[in-house]
């Protein structure tokens, strides 16, 4: 084992360390002032998060020359991956935009809250371009116990500790479920590598009860990870008590990182017996679309909605696991990269209208934004319709992506399904978007009128920034198209 | 091939049944003649305080986890440290990084106030 | 090459097709303006909308000024590029078809998709509909918004509208079109909410918006699979590859086709999904004019004619479009006879009226088709509008005497006509047309279609002869209905003695100039609309008045190209059509049905003048047919009880079983465990955590006995 290619695992974990070093920085930075009630600790902080961030974005630039030469190792150094990253860094990028007044207002622990931020995104970014099992599970935990921590950080709230420990045993739950799996495809094949168990069961008539037993319980611990029907009912809750742009990053980040894991184990490695998980992944996608929709249509309160929106989505992109041609996997990776821009745009929307706070979170609270804040509104509108995947919005062509990938390998039904599901999601969307523009304010009984908004910089970043992105991607996807089809694992 | 499954759903079977069945089996067999004194938790010992569930201070969980963090580094280290010439500096090169991660997590700890009973 | 961003500009795209010789002039000013108007307007209605402008009374006045004339103005630039490339294409003589692409929209391994426009005779046909008819009730609007306190917001809104119309027309692609099909569905939701403190109508607005979902179901399936069959899902390479892959009544193509066809069904509220249009009247009736009657419900009908060679091949398919076109057609006119409010009769009349489009696409009389979608785009448009001039009326006179009275209910109506005589007078033309009457326009087109339907079942090879007898008789029927609700409408509205309220008729007065300048203007092409179809040999007889009145069958040149293959598919299969009809005689049959219609008309003006049309006795609609057609079939509570209430209960259901039951028993998570929720609940200690584990748990295990076995 030479130093050299010690040199190169380090490099192929280039992005990962740098947010690593970072975030180790802020935690050490916030221990070493003593005035800790710094006023405007959370902007420096952000900034300098941001600052890594971005730093490991340059990094990430950096690794393509090297893409195809490093694939010896567990850690997989391919445009996928990198890809991935991409994806991952944008999401937490506007998570740390929005963070930062709320945190400020809400007098949130700021050291921690970024640090963990930051330590959420490296154990995703290191699950989606491990190549070992063990490995992916060791970035899964990374990223899931920051993100247990930060559902609580905000100690006064109840709800919050309430979310945050259901977020927790659960997800504990889930991880056991999860690695006994792994425990069962080792025991089976001889190995958590990846590449090992693709050769180990290339043969597929042989493949016994434990492999597929593991294989199932592997599938079931990702499909609590990203909430797929019956495994979640974690979400609305949980959605519901974190704090607001930590909702946001867990719907976005949590399920990109997930999906990304999940497609490369599923969709490659353990394509060979895909006999074994097809039906069940079939039946998953079917009940999650149709029942997550169903469900979203009676909800108020917008957090448990997009919680309910999030399932919806999750169901759509489990098509693309199993349908599983270069078409639907250009799909995910197009929805995803839409979905995050389009979902934490939202969440930047909402964390404006509550004002940095967690009130003014019902649906009817959104009535008359159109005539207050034209521009915040119609922001959301496009967010909104994207998700809905309405023509020329990104969500359209991520739809059209994924459904040409289901009907070119013959899963008509599902294409139904999501058809049809698409229109039923339609109506909560909309009911959202139409509160906003057609229903003046309700009278306030109470004497504090709500109010004024006023919009952080940071904040008008993300809104203009997702705004154009996801116009952009639906006018003239074909540019993103083109750089994801050089990213796809199926080559 | 759902033929080879078979043992496992025997299993489940035979586990479920047992499971169930000594319940049953010890709640219908066992004679039952109670009395004040049988009935009390602890038959010949004191007679209970208050509720069993008490909160402990989570002070404990801290030392705790401390303690873990630094037993698994010995785990690492013991092993290392045995084939130090052979391994070379690369590994030293990353056993020094993992100590240095850990001892910022010291540093962190330490300035929080984590090591402090009071 | 030149850039083609760049080009856009320019003259035409980077690609043209076929013949050279022909190209638009600036065919991308024709979209672009009225997105400009929308840009322009929206802008300033979010400036209007804030808290602080609105004291400022003189600036938003100017502004208002500047939306009336963008606001119709884009429209009329869009209109005026239109007509100039109309022009050129007729000088061209032998229209081509122009072809632009501006960019790649959509690129995958296999499938591809161009942002283009496709400028042909049919395309321009629509552009002309869409821009001049949307032109001059853009005009009335500024009459008719006047007083209304989201001026500018509804100018934007109408502007958008018009915006994603050109683009479902000028697309030149099914996925374009979708995109302008979805547009115009958002902006129609808009619309109808558009007086939005009011619940009821901003709900109408999303029933309109989810019915349409239904159709757009079957547009992106049917997209889907013709890309599967075809391999393309452009217009040109469509109709190239068709003939070739599908054969003569095959399965697959039935299958694309019955899609489109639920997509027409949405879009142009035919049978079953027909109950988003008269809700849709809770908009401002210019909009209703635009959008529910001369545009975006013909949509359907544009839909079909563009895929003529698929709905060619598809005889079951064609059969189905002109069953449920004729069926629709009578039923909407049965129920128009006993609606009281005046834009309801409308909005049942023009249900009817796309029914008999449908049947003539359903014949594959596509240009009979195309030409009653033009001139009910003129009369309807004018009735509407009318009807809005009515309501402008009624409701100032009746604000002036404080009366809470329904502006839109004829029988608060009556004798109008002393004052308003131009509307009247108007209004009677569009009616004469709509009912078919020589030598108005609607004589032309209607006759044409039931002409067809007749002559389709008598061909050669007819697929199911007897099936399009019935429809040639229904279609009849519903011509003689048509003359019946109409001048029942028209009695009621304008003759008679006057129902008003004391003393608001004496307030009621003509529509001012710039309303009444557009229904001018409709009136004439109510009335000369039809004289661009017209066959020779109708022109040599009494109905051309020997040859001496200036007809022309232009029309039907016109958008022959277009049709060309279908045209030539049912020859080979159906035989010639338009010659023979079930009770013979060319001619003869023309002038009895317009006599016929014209009897109708003339018995029930003298009926309906003869009764007394007091409030009482129309109110009291004792009879139960009455109450049935009244009541519409009751088909909206149908509607609510089996789909609406199932689907609300089934949301409720899942809600209650997977959300809410456990978040409002469950409190918190300590101290839960000791007072317990029950059996189930005590069996997993602490509530809600641990059903959700168990939940989780029963989870994987169905999920491993489902991969077991």
């Given at each position: 084992?030479?130093?050299?290619?010690?040199?190169?695992?380090?490099?192929?974990?280039g992005?990962?360390?740098?947010?690593?070093?970072?975030?180790?920085?802020?935690?050490?930075?916030g221990?070493?002032?003593?005035?800790t009630?710094?006023?405007?600790?959370?902007?420096?902080?952000?900034?300098?998060s941001l600052?890594?961030?971005?730093?490991?974005?340059?990094?990430?630039?950096?690794?393509?020359?090297?893409?195809?030469?490093?694939?010896?190792?567990?850690?997989a150094?391919?445009?996928?991956a990198?890809?991935?990253?991409w994806?991952?860094?944008?999401?937490?990028?506007?998570?740390?935009?929005?963070?930062?007044?709320?945190?400020?207002k809400?007098?949130?622990?700021?050291?921690?809250?970024?640090?963990?931020?930051l330590?959420?995104?490296?154990?995703?970014?290191?699950m989606t371009?491990?190549?070992?099992?063990?490995?992916?599970f060791?970035?899964?935990e990374?990223?899931s116990?920051?993100?247990?921590?930060?559902?609580?950080?905000?100690?006064r709230?109840?709800?919050?500790s309430?979310?945050?420990?259901?977020?927790f045993?659960?997800?504990?739950?889930?991880?056991?479920?999860?690695?006994?799996?792994?425990?069962?495809?080792?025991?089976?094949?001889?190995?958590?590598?990846?590449?090992?168990?693709?050769?180990?069961t290339?043969?597929?008539?042989?493949?016994?009860?434990m492999?597929?037993?593991?294989?199932?319980?592997l599938?079931?611990g990702?499909?609590?990870?990203?909430?797929?029907v019956?495994?979640?009912?974690?979400?609305?809750d949980?959605?519901?008590?974190?704090?607001?742009p930590?909702?946001?990053?867990?719907?976005?980040?949590?399920?990109?990182?997930?999906?990304?894991t999940?497609?490369?184990i599923?969709?490659i490695?353990?394509?060979?017996?895909?006999?074994?998980?097809?039906?069940?992944?079939?039946?998953?996608?079917?009940?999650?679309?149709?029942?997550?929709?169903?469900?979203?249509?009676?909800?108020?309160?917008?957090?448990?909605?997009?919680?309910?929106?999030?399932?919806?989505?999750?169901?759509?992109?489990?098509?693309?696991?199993?349908?599983?041609?270069?078409?639907?996997?250009?799909?995910?990776?197009?929805?995803?990269?839409?979905?995050?821009?389009?979902n934490?745009g939202?969440?930047?929307?909402?964390?404006l209208?509550?004002?940095?706070?967690?009130?003014?979170?019902?649906?009817?609270d959104?009535?008359?934004?159109?005539?207050?804040q034209?521009?915040?509104?119609?922001?959301?509108?496009?967010?909104?319709?994207?998700?809905?995947?309405?023509p020329?919005?990104?969500?359209f062509?991520?739809?059209?992506?994924?459904l040409?990938?289901?009907l070119?390998?013959?899963?008509?039904?599902?294409?139904i399904?999501?058809?049809?599901?698409t229109?039923?999601?339609?109506?909560?969307?909309?009911?959202?978007?139409w509160?906003?523009?057609?229903?003046?304010?309700?009278?306030?009984?109470n004497?504090?009128?709500?109010p004024e908004?006023?919009?952080?910089?940071?904040?008008?970043?993300?809104?203009?920034?997702s705004?154009?992105?996801?116009?952009?991607?639906?006018?003239?996807?074909?540019?993103?198209?083109?750089?994801?089809?050089?990213?796809?694992?199926?080559g | 091939?759902?033929?080879?499954?078979?043992?496992?759903?025997v299993?489940?079977?035979v586990?479920i049944?047992?499971?169930?069945?000594?319940?049953?089996?010890?709640?219908?067999?066992?004679?039952?003649?109670?009395?004040?004194?049988?009935?009390?938790?602890?038959?010949?010992?004191?007679?209970?305080?208050?509720?069993?569930?008490?909160?402990?201070?989570?002070?404990?969980?801290?030392?705790?986890?401390?303690?873990?963090?630094?037993?698994?580094?010995?785990?690492?280290?013991?092993?290392?440290?045995v084939?130090l010439?052979?391994?070379?500096?690369g590994v030293?090169?990353?056993?020094?990084?993992?100590?240095?991660?850990?001892?910022?997590?010291?540093?962190?700890?330490?300035?929080?106030?984590g090591?402090?009973?009071? | 090459?030149?850039n083609?961003h760049?080009?856009?500009?320019?003259?035409?795209?980077?690609f043209?097709?076929?013949?050279?010789?022909?190209?638009?002039?600036?065919p991308?000013?024709?979209?672009?303006?009225?997105?400009?108007?929308?840009?322009?307007?929206?802008?300033?209605?979010l400036?209007l909308?804030?808290?602080?402008v609105?004291?400022?009374?003189?600036?938003?006045?100017?502004?208002?000024?500047?939306?009336?004339?963008?606001?119709?103005?884009?429209?009329?630039?869009?209109?005026i590029?239109?007509?100039?490339?109309?022009?050129?294409?007729?000088?061209?003589?032998?229209?081509?078809?122009?072809?632009?692409?501006?960019?790649?929209w959509?690129?995958?391994?296999?499938?591809?998709?161009?942002?283009?426009?496709?400028?042909?005779?049919?395309?321009?046909?629509?552009?002309?509909?869409?821009?001049?008819?949307?032109?001059?009730?853009?005009?009335?609007?500024?009459?008719?918004?006047?007083?209304e306190?989201?001026?500018?917001?509804?100018?934007?809104?109408l502007n958008?509208?018009?915006?994603?119309?050109?683009?479902?027309?000028?697309?030149?692609?099914?996925?374009?079109m979708?995109v302008?099909?979805?547009?115009?569905g958002?902006c129609?939701?808009?619309?109808?909410?558009?007086?939005?403190?009011?619940e009821?109508?901003?709900?109408?607005?999303?029933?309109a918006?989810?019915?349409?979902?239904?159709?757009?179901?079957?547009?992106?399936?049917?997209?889907?699979?013709?890309?599967?069959?075809?391999?393309s899902?452009?217009?040109v390479?469509?109709?190239?590859?068709?003939?070739g892959?599908?054969?003569?009544?095959?399965?697959?193509?039935?299958?694309?086709?019955l899609?489109?066809?639920?997509?027409?069904?949405?879009?142009?509220?035919?049978?079953?999904?027909?109950?988003?249009?008269?809700?849709?009247?809770?908009?401002?009736?210019?909009?209703?004019?635009?959008?529910?009657?001369?545009?975006?419900?013909?949509a359907?009908?544009?839909?079909?004619?563009?895929?003529?060679?698929?709905?060619?091949?598809?005889?079951?398919?064609?059969?189905?479009?002109?069953?449920?076109?004729?069926?629709?057609?009578?039923?909407?006119?049965?129920?128009?006879?006993?609606?009281?409010?005046?834009?309801?009769?409308?909005?049942?009349?023009?249900?009817?009226?796309?029914?008999?489009?449908?049947?003539?696409?359903?014949?594959?009389?596509?240009?009979?088709?195309?030409?009653?979608?033009?001139?009910?785009?003129?009369?309807?448009?004018?009735l509407?509008?009318g009807?809005?001039a009515?309501?402008?009326?009624?409701?100032?006179?009746?604000?002036?005497?404080?009366?809470?009275?329904?502006?839109?209910?004829?029988?608060?109506?009556g004798?109008?006509?002393?004052?308003?005589?131009?509307?009247?007078?108007?209004?009677?033309?569009?009616?004469?047309?709509?009912?078919?009457?020589?030598?108005l326009?609607?004589f032309?087109?209607?006759?044409?279609?039931?002409?067809?339907?007749?002559?389709?079942?008598?061909?050669?090879?007819?697929?199911?002869?007897?099936?399009?007898k019935?429809?040639?008789?229904?279609?009849v029927?519903t011509?003689?209905?048509?003359?019946?609700?109409?001048?029942?409408?028209?009695?009621?509205?304008f003759?008679?003695?006057?129902?008003?309220?004391d003393?608001?008729?004496?307030?009621?007065?003509?529509t001012?100039?710039?309303?009444?300048?557009?229904?001018?203007?409709?009136?004439?092409?109510?009335?000369?609309?039809?004289?661009?179809n017209?066959t020779?040999?109708?022109?040599?007889?009494?109905?051309?008045?020997?040859?001496?009145?200036?007809?022309?069958?232009?029309?039907?040149?016109?958008?022959?190209?277009?049709?060309?293959?279908?045209?030539?598919?049912?020859l080979?299969?159906?035989?010639?059509t338009?010659?023979?009809?079930?009770?013979?005689?060319?001619?003869?049959f023309?002038?009895?049905?317009?006599?016929?219609?014209?009897?109708?008309?003339?018995?029930?003006?003298?009926y309906?003048?003869?009764?007394?049309?007091?409030?009482?006795?129309?109110?009291?609609?004792s009879?139960?047919?009455?109450?049935?057609?009244?009541?519409k079939?009751?088909?909206?509570?149908?509607?609510?009880?089996?789909?609406?209430?199932?689907?609300?209960?089934m949301?409720?259901?899942?809600?209650l079983?997977?959300?809410?039951?456990?978040?409002?028993r469950?409190?918190?998570?300590?101290?839960?465990?000791?007072?317990?929720?029950?059996?189930?609940g005590?069996?997993?200690?602490t509530?809600?955590?641990?059903t959700?584990?168990?939940?989780?748990?029963l989870?994987?295990?169905?999920?491993?006995?489902?991969?077991?076995?």
């Amino acid at each position: 084992m030479s130093f050299l290619n010690q040199w190169n695992y380090f490099l192929a974990l280039g992005p990962q360390a740098i947010l690593t070093t970072f975030a180790i920085g802020i935690l050490l930075f916030g221990v070493s002032r003593n005035n800790t009630s710094d006023e405007h600790q959370g902007w420096l902080l952000g900034r300098i998060s941001l600052a890594g961030v971005i730093a490991a974005g340059i990094v990430n630039a950096g690794l393509y020359p090297f893409a195809d030469r490093l694939s010896d190792g567990i850690v997989a150094v391919d445009r996928y991956a990198l890809f991935s990253n991409w994806v991952l860094l944008l999401g937490s990028a506007m998570a740390i935009l929005i963070s930062i007044s709320y945190v400020e207002k809400q007098r949130i622990q700021v050291p921690e809250y970024f640090a963990l931020l930051l330590f959420a995104t490296v154990g995703l970014m290191l699950m989606t371009a491990s190549l070992d099992l063990m490995l992916v599970f060791i970035g899964l935990e990374i990223a899931s116990i920051s993100v247990y921590a930060l559902a609580t950080i905000d100690q006064r709230s109840p709800k919050g500790s309430e979310a945050g420990l259901k977020y927790f045993l659960l997800g504990a739950f889930s991880t056991g479920i999860f690695l006994y799996g792994v425990a069962l495809i080792y025991g089976s094949t001889g190995s958590a590598n990846l590449t090992e168990i693709l050769n180990a069961t290339v043969d597929a008539d042989d493949t016994g009860v434990m492999l597929i037993t593991g294989v199932i319980m592997l599938a079931v611990g990702f499909c609590f990870k990203v909430g797929v029907v019956p495994f979640h009912m974690w979400t609305p809750d949980v959605y519901q008590g974190s704090p607001m742009p930590i909702t946001g990053y867990m719907s976005v980040a949590i399920k990109a990182g997930a999906f990304f894991t999940f497609y490369r184990i599923f969709g490659i490695y353990l394509d060979n017996i895909q006999f074994s998980w097809g039906t069940v992944f079939w039946w998953l996608a079917l009940v999650t679309m149709i029942g997550a929709n169903l469900v979203a249509l009676v909800q108020n309160n917008i957090k448990r909605l997009l919680a309910y929106s999030g399932i919806a989505h999750s169901g759509y992109l489990l098509i693309t696991v199993l349908a599983n041609n270069t078409t639907s996997e250009s799909g995910l990776l197009y929805y995803l990269a839409v979905y995050t821009v389009a979902n934490m745009g939202l969440f930047a929307g909402f964390v404006l209208v509550a004002n940095h706070a967690e009130h003014r979170v019902e649906v009817s609270d959104y009535a008359g934004l159109g005539s207050k804040q034209p521009f915040i509104a119609m922001a959301l509108t496009v967010f909104l319709l994207s998700l809905g995947g309405f023509p020329a919005t990104g969500g359209f062509i991520g739809k059209i992506l994924i459904l040409r990938g289901a009907l070119e390998d013959n899963y008509l039904l599902l294409a139904i399904a999501l058809v049809i599901s698409t229109l039923i999601s339609y109506w909560y969307y909309l009911r959202l978007a139409w509160f906003m523009w057609m229903k003046e304010q309700a009278a306030t009984p109470n004497t504090e009128k709500a109010p004024e908004i006023e919009i952080p910089l940071a904040l008008k970043l993300v809104l203009a920034v997702s705004l154009v992105l996801i116009v952009y991607a639906g006018i003239f996807p074909s540019q993103l198209i083109g750089f994801i089809e050089t990213s796809l694992l199926k080559g | 091939m759902s033929g080879s499954y078979i043992p496992l759903l025997v299993l489940f079977g035979v586990s479920i049944v047992n499971a169930i069945g000594m319940g049953i089996a010890s709640h219908i067999l066992n004679p039952r003649r109670p009395t004040p004194v049988k009935e009390m938790p602890y038959e010949s010992g004191m007679i209970p305080l208050g509720d069993t569930r008490q909160r402990f201070s989570v002070k404990f969980y801290v030392v705790a986890i401390s303690f873990i963090v630094f037993d698994l580094e010995t785990v690492f280290l013991i092993p290392w440290a045995v084939n130090l010439q052979s391994l070379g500096w690369g590994v030293f090169g990353a056993v020094s990084l993992f100590v240095l991660l850990l001892a910022l997590g010291l540093v962190y700890e330490w300035r929080k106030g984590g090591l402090e009973w009071e | 090459m030149i850039n083609p961003h760049l080009n856009l500009f320019i003259e035409s795209g980077l690609f043209v097709d076929g013949n050279m010789n022909w190209k638009p002039i600036m065919p991308a000013i024709i979209i672009l303006a009225p997105l400009i108007g929308f840009i322009i307007n929206g802008a300033i209605s979010l400036y209007l909308n804030r808290p602080n402008v609105n004291s400022k009374g003189e600036s938003s006045n100017g502004l208002k000024r500047i939306v009336s004339v963008v606001g119709p103005g884009s429209i009329l630039a869009s209109f005026i590029v239109v007509g100039l490339n109309g022009f050129r294409m007729l000088l061209a003589g032998h229209p081509t078809t122009f072809n632009a692409n501006y960019w790649t929209w959509l690129q995958t391994s296999d499938f591809q998709v161009n942002v283009g426009i496709q400028i042909d005779t049919l395309s321009i046909v629509m552009m002309a509909v869409i821009t001049g008819v949307g032109f001059l009730i853009h005009l009335f609007s500024i009459g008719y918004m006047e007083s209304e306190k989201g001026y500018a917001r509804y100018f934007a809104y109408l502007n958008l509208f018009v915006f994603f119309m050109l683009i479902l027309v000028m697309g030149s692609s099914y996925p374009i079109m979708f995109v302008g099909w979805e547009g115009v569905g958002l902006c129609s939701y808009l619309l109808i909410g558009y007086w939005f403190e009011d619940e009821e109508k901003a709900s109408a607005g999303k029933k309109a918006f989810i019915v349409n979902r239904i159709g757009d179901l079957g547009f992106l399936l049917g997209i889907f699979l013709l890309h599967s069959a075809l391999g393309s899902v452009d217009y040109v390479g469509v109709a190239e590859n068709a003939s070739g892959v599908f054969v003569y009544g095959g399965g697959l193509v039935t299958l694309i086709t019955l899609f489109f066809l639920l997509a027409g069904v949405g879009k142009s509220a035919q049978i079953p999904l027909f109950v988003w249009l008269p809700d849709a009247m809770a908009g401002p009736t210019p909009v209703s004019a635009l959008i529910h009657a001369a545009t975006m419900v013909t949509a359907g009908v544009y839909l079909i004619v563009r895929s003529s060679v698929l709905f060619a091949m598809a005889p079951v398919t064609s059969a189905l479009v002109a069953g449920i076109g004729v069926s629709t057609a009578l039923f909407a006119a049965t129920i128009a006879c006993k609606q009281y409010d005046i834009k309801k009769v409308l909005a049942y009349s023009t249900i009817s009226q796309l029914g008999y489009m449908f049947l003539g696409v359903g014949v594959g009389a596509y240009t009979a088709g195309v030409f009653h979608l033009v001139t009910h785009a003129f009369f309807k448009a004018l009735l509407f509008l009318g009807a809005g001039a009515v309501i402008h009326s009624m409701h100032h006179a009746l604000h002036k005497v404080h009366s809470e009275d329904d502006p839109q209910d004829m029988r608060n109506m009556g004798g109008l006509r002393q004052y308003m005589p131009i509307t009247c007078f108007l209004m009677w033309i569009a009616t004469l047309a709509i009912s078919g009457v020589w030598p108005l326009s609607g004589f032309f087109s209607k006759d044409e279609i039931i002409w067809m339907t007749g002559s389709f079942a008598m061909a050669e090879s007819s697929p199911f002869p007897s099936l399009y007898k019935i429809y040639w008789v229904m279609a009849v029927a519903t011509a003689l209905m048509t003359a019946y609700y109409m001048t029942r409408f028209m009695v009621m509205t304008f003759h008679g003695k006057n129902r008003t309220v004391d003393g608001a008729g004496s307030a009621i007065h003509e529509t001012p100039k710039i309303m009444l300048i557009p229904l001018i203007i409709l009136g004439f092409l109510s009335f000369f609309g039809g004289w661009v179809n017209v066959t020779p040999h109708l022109m040599e007889s009494v109905i051309g008045g020997f040859g001496a009145l200036p007809m022309t069958d232009w029309l039907h040149h016109w958008i022959e190209p277009v049709i060309a293959e279908s045209h030539h598919i049912q020859l080979e299969n159906i035989g010639e059509t338009g010659h023979v009809s079930p009770v013979g005689g060319g001619e003869v049959f023309w002038a009895v049905l317009s006599t016929c219609a014209a009897a109708v008309l003339v018995i029930g003006t003298t009926y309906f003048k003869s009764k007394s049309l007091s409030y009482g006795v129309l109110g009291e609609d004792s009879g139960t047919i009455s109450r049935f057609l009244y009541n519409k079939w009751y088909i909206d509570e149908f509607y609510d009880k089996w789909i609406v209430k199932p689907l609300g209960q089934m949301s409720k259901f899942c809600w209650l079983k997977f959300d809410q039951g456990f978040i409002d028993r469950a409190v918190n998570l300590s101290g839960r465990s000791a007072k317990g929720i029950g059996w189930f609940g005590s069996l997993f200690h602490t509530g809600q955590v641990n059903t959700y584990a168990f939940f989780l748990t029963l989870g994987l295990l169905a999920v491993l006995i489902t991969v077991m076995f």
